[in-house]
């Protein structure tokens, strides 16, 4: 719809003229505006489209064919019943012209009838299936969402059969409207949760909406957090498996990625890789994840610390190190790491925005000639290279790019901190990112579900995996309305725990 605009009165009957000079005004006699009047036995009609959002050939074989070779007469009714198309309606007012023509509808309109006959031919451009670039995996299927939500719709619709799934459509944005797809499964996903994200949605008064992330900005709970709040995945398999826990996702036409709510703090350390390996594997890799983030965050800010005011905590024989390595640097340690960091960043952002070959080569040689000329150089000490290298690498470890992206802001805090107060202020950063945790909602839930609040059923799927017969009920900090994903075989696992 179009924002401010008032209900408009019945557009017909008009003449075929005079609608050709309407629908020219409005678009400002576009040259992409098809108006071609047709006569037949003293009776006009007027075809009309815009020519690149239709199918041409739909329209010459299924339209205008039919049409010009029927020998009854032209009236509405006559031309529902020659064109061999479903989708024909009758339109009466201008404003539903305006706004579905841009959609790639096609209008037919018969001189003096009382309506126009409106037919979807709509022409959308989709790219195929591809592997996912930003969520990479092993083992698991490798394809990923597109632009079209046909194909989007297609995919989960395959992947979940059953006649619970609802895939509810509300159309986003005041001036250029856009659809998005709420699915979830009717007899699991929490009803409060779904009366949230309905209500959020609806309510959202904006021109247009870009994206799925851009979305997800406009109706997440705080959007002062630098943390992400909702999921956003371009794995069906990822959204799927989220859908079967009894969480709800979003679709939006236009965009390859799928948003999942509600999320925790732990599930964007989560990979559905996770699922298809034995689970002592899965634990070993999300228990690495969990330690790269310590690592990420605290490992150079700890050294700025250590460093400037905290010498007795570095051993004897690493300390002598460390002095002859920084002998000739001639800046603080915290004037020291932030530089570096800001190379690490300049070579990160500089290997993600050009074409990946080229990328991967700038990423490694940049990082071997930068590093290299900076010790030389004495900007540097060849200790601090290593652990920045560490820190950098922990982040790559993180399944879910914006989480990873918030994890690197967040040291920068942490190493002014560090130089400035030492162990101190490393202590208050962490009490003061604790604490503002802890007061984050996703969809109205407590972001560090299963910590906080505390629930010991739900501490095996979020931080580590057990073996599946150990894992047979969903979440219960999300509330499904049923809880058993399947019956544990109680004498199979008796076997088990006996062996």
Same mark, same amino acid.
């Given at each position: 719809?179009?924002?401010?605009?008032?209900?408009?009165?019945?557009?017909?009957?008009?003449?075929?003229?005079?609608?050709?000079?309407?629908?020219?005004?409005?678009?400002?006699?576009?040259?992409?505006?098809?108006?071609?009047?047709?006569?037949?036995?003293?009776?006009?009609?007027?075809?009309?489209?815009?020519?690149?959002?239709?199918?041409?050939?739909?329209?010459?074989?299924?339209?205008?064919?039919?049409?010009?070779? @029927?020998?009854?007469?032209?009236?509405?009714?006559?031309?529902?019943?020659?064109?061999?198309?479903?989708?024909?309606?009758?339109?009466?007012?201008?404003?539903?012209?305006?706004?579905?023509?841009?959609?790639?509808?096609?209008?037919?309109?018969?001189?003096?009838?009382?309506?126009?006959?409106?037919?979807?031919?709509?022409?959308?451009?989709?790219?195929?299936?591809?592997?996912?670039?930003?969520?990479?995996?092993?083992?698991?299927?490798?394809?990923?969402?597109?632009?079209?939500?046909?194909?989007?719709?297609?995919?989960?619709?395959?992947?979940?059969?059953?006649?619970?799934?609802?895939?509810?459509?509300?159309?986003?944005?005041?001036?250029?409207?856009?659809?998005?797809?709420?699915?979830?499964?009717?007899?699991?996903?929490?009803?409060?949760?779904?009366?949230?994200?309905?209500?959020?949605?609806?309510?959202?008064?904006?021109?247009?909406?870009?994206?799925?992330?851009?979305?997800?900005?406009?109706?997440?709970?705080?959007?002062?957090?630098?943390?992400?709040?909702?999921?956003?995945?371009?794995?069906?398999?990822?959204?799927?498996?989220?859908?079967?826990?009894?969480?709800?996702?979003?679709?939006?036409?236009?965009?390859?990625?799928?948003?999942?709510?509600?999320?925790?703090?732990?599930?964007?350390?989560?990979?559905?890789?996770?699922?298809?390996?034995?689970?002592?594997?899965?634990?070993?890799?999300?228990?690495?994840?969990?330690?790269?983030?310590?690592?990420?965050?605290?490992?150079?800010?700890?050294?700025?610390?250590?460093?400037?005011?905290?010498?007795?905590?570095?051993?004897?024989?690493?300390?002598?190190?460390? @002095?002859?390595?920084?002998?000739?640097?001639?800046?603080?340690?915290?004037?020291?790491?932030?530089?570096?960091?800001?190379?690490?960043?300049?070579?990160?952002?500089?290997?993600?925005?050009?074409?990946?070959?080229?990328?991967?080569?700038?990423?490694?040689?940049?990082?071997?000639?930068?590093?290299?000329?900076?010790?030389?150089?004495?900007?540097?000490?060849?200790?601090?290279?290593?652990?920045?290298?560490?820190?950098?690498?922990?982040?790559?470890?993180?399944?879910?790019?914006?989480?990873?992206?918030?994890?690197?802001?967040?040291?920068?805090?942490?190493?002014?901190?560090? @130089?400035?107060? @030492?162990?101190?202020?490393?202590?208050?950063?962490?009490?003061?990112?604790?604490?503002?945790?802890?007061?984050?909602?996703?969809?109205?839930?407590?972001?560090?579900?299963?910590?906080?609040?505390?629930?010991?059923?739900?501490?095996?799927?979020?931080?580590?995996?057990?073996?599946?017969?150990?894992?047979?009920?969903?979440?219960?900090?999300?509330?499904?309305?049923?809880?058993?994903?399947?019956?544990?075989?109680?004498?199979?696992?008796?076997?088990?725990?006996?062996?």
């Amino acid at each position: 719809m179009r924002k401010g605009k008032n209900k408009s009165s019945k557009l017909f009957p008009i003449s075929v003229d005079k609608l050709k000079t309407l629908m020219e005004s409005k678009f400002e006699n576009n040259p992409d505006l098809s108006f071609t009047i047709f006569e037949k036995s003293e009776a006009r009609i007027a075809v009309f489209y815009i020519s690149y959002l239709v199918e041409p050939e739909m329209v010459e074989q299924f339209m205008l064919k039919p049409l010009l070779d @029927g020998k009854s007469k032209w009236t509405n009714q006559s031309i529902l019943n020659e064109i061999p198309l479903r989708s024909g309606s009758k339109i009466e007012k201008l404003e539903e012209i305006l706004d579905k023509i841009l959609i790639g509808e096609v209008y037919i309109y018969v001189e003096n009838e009382d309506a126009a006959l409106s037919y979807l031919l709509d022409k959308k451009e989709k790219r195929d299936l591809t592997q996912a670039e930003t969520e990479s995996l092993v083992l698991g299927p490798k394809v990923a969402f597109t632009e079209s939500m046909i194909t989007n719709l297609n995919i989960v619709r395959w992947s979940i059969r059953s006649t619970d799934l609802v895939l509810e459509k509300i159309m986003i944005g005041e001036r250029f409207p856009r659809e998005a797809r709420l699915v979830y499964v009717k007899s699991l996903a929490n009803e409060t949760d779904i009366n949230t994200m309905r209500q959020r949605l609806k309510e959202l008064e904006v021109d247009q909406i870009e994206d799925s992330s851009v979305l997800m900005q406009y109706i997440e709970d705080s959007s002062l957090t630098i943390f992400p709040q909702f999921y956003l995945t371009e794995l069906p398999d990822r959204f799927v498996y989220a859908i079967d826990k009894g969480r709800i996702g979003l679709l939006v036409e236009n965009s390859p990625t799928a948003t999942i709510a509600p999320s925790s703090f732990f599930s964007f350390f989560e990979s559905t890789e996770d699922l298809y390996m034995r689970w002592h594997a899965g634990t070993f890799l999300r228990s690495v994840r969990f330690i790269a983030i310590f690592l990420s965050i605290f490992l150079t800010p700890i050294y700025v610390a250590a460093t400037t005011f905290h010498y007795e905590i570095i051993p004897i024989k690493e300390l002598l190190t460390i @002095g002859n390595s920084r002998a000739i640097v001639p800046f603080p340690p915290i004037i020291e790491v932030l530089i570096l960091e800001f190379f690490i960043e300049l070579l990160r952002e500089a290997g993600a925005r050009l074409p990946t070959k080229i990328g991967q080569t700038i990423g490694i040689v940049g990082g071997i000639v930068i590093g290299t000329a900076a010790v030389q150089a004495g900007i540097t000490s060849n200790f601090l290279i290593i652990l920045v290298a560490i820190s950098a690498l922990a982040s790559f470890t993180i399944p879910n790019y914006l989480m990873s992206t918030a994890i690197r802001i967040i040291r920068f805090p942490m190493i002014l901190l560090g @130089g400035l107060l @030492g162990l101190i202020g490393i202590m208050f950063g962490t009490c003061f990112l604790l604490i503002h945790l802890l007061k984050i909602k996703s969809l109205g839930r407590p972001y560090l579900t299963p910590i906080y609040p505390f629930r010991w059923e739900d501490l095996n799927k979020a931080l580590f995996r057990l073996p599946i017969a150990y894992q047979s009920k969903r979440f219960y900090s999300y509330q499904p309305k049923d809880i058993k994903r399947y019956k544990k075989n109680k004498a199979k696992r008796k076997k088990d725990i006996d062996e």
